[in-house]
């Protein structure tokens, strides 16, 4: 199985700083790496998919990089509506996810 | 408008069954795969199981091999789970997710129904 690291677990942020995720799998699964966000007592919503693609409908100051090993999801100039817990999965074999990373706004 | 729509969660005791079920509507279910997501109360996201748009092709997690079902009918523009033997640590919102095949993100997640073992 493939084990995919999250950190930070949680982050505390002020509105318009910049938030880096990163999401580490324990072996290489190319790009098959995709970020979700998932508000209290919602079901996840896909923000990026294969590492980088941007996803009709998600604000532009989200995005994705990485390949292999190292993923990073950016969210530039952080929002109040952007508090949510963060997810990466990765789809290269029997699907996994990361722990999650839990953004507060200050 | 495109949506997945969870039904059958309870309350259940150990060892015993449940079926979820999945309405997909608003696109044409027989060509899209789908999968079983679940998040137990507090915790992360686990890939439960995964069927491919003609229910030919069908896999399960480890933990929940051997005790749940997963089955479809194109028909009905359903998915369902079928859940015997239960555990507490079965315990969990369950989720159906549309992907365009195994190896894609899921891009509509139903609201999810709960499930919880317990006595």
């Known amino acids: 199985e493939i084990v995919l690291t999250q950190s930070p677990d949680f982050q505390s942020v002020t509105p318009k700083e910049k938030v880096t995720i990163t999401c580490r799998a324990s072996?290489?699964?190319?790009?098959?790496l995709h970020w979700y966000q998932q508000k209290p007592d919602q079901s996840p919503k896909l923000l990026i998919k294969?590492?980088?693609q941007s996803i009709s409908g998600v604000p532009s100051r989200f995005s994705g990089s990485g390949s292999g090993t190292d993923f990073t999801l950016t969210i530039n100039s952080l929002e109040a509506e952007d508090a949510a817990t963060y997810y990466c999965?990765?789809?290269?074999?029997?699907?996994?996810f990361g722990q999650g990373t839990k953004v507060e706004i200050k | 408008e495109v949506q997945l729509v969870e039904s059958g969660g309870g309350l259940v005791q150990p060892g015993g069954s449940l079926r979820l079920s999945c309405a997909a509507s608003g696109f044409t279910f027989s060509s899209y795969e789908m999968n079983w997501v679940r998040q137990a109360p507090g915790k992360g996201l686990e890939w439960v199981s995964y069927i491919s748009s003609s229910g030919s092709t069908i896999y399960y997690a480890d933990s929940v091999k051997g005790r749940f079902t997963i089955s479809r009918d194109n028909a009905k523009n359903s998915l369902y789970l079928q859940m015997n033997s239960l555990r507490a640590e079965d315990t969990a919102v369950y989720y159906c997710?549309?992907?365009?095949?195994?190896?894609?993100?899921?891009?509509?997640w139903g609201k999810g129904t709960t499930v919880t073992v317990s006595s």
């Open positions: 997710a549309r992907v365009y095949d195994f190896w894609s993100a899921p891009d509509v």
């Open positions: 294969y590492a980088s």
């Open positions: 999965h990765q789809s290269s074999s029997p699907w996994t």
């Open positions: 072996q290489s699964i190319g790009s098959s």
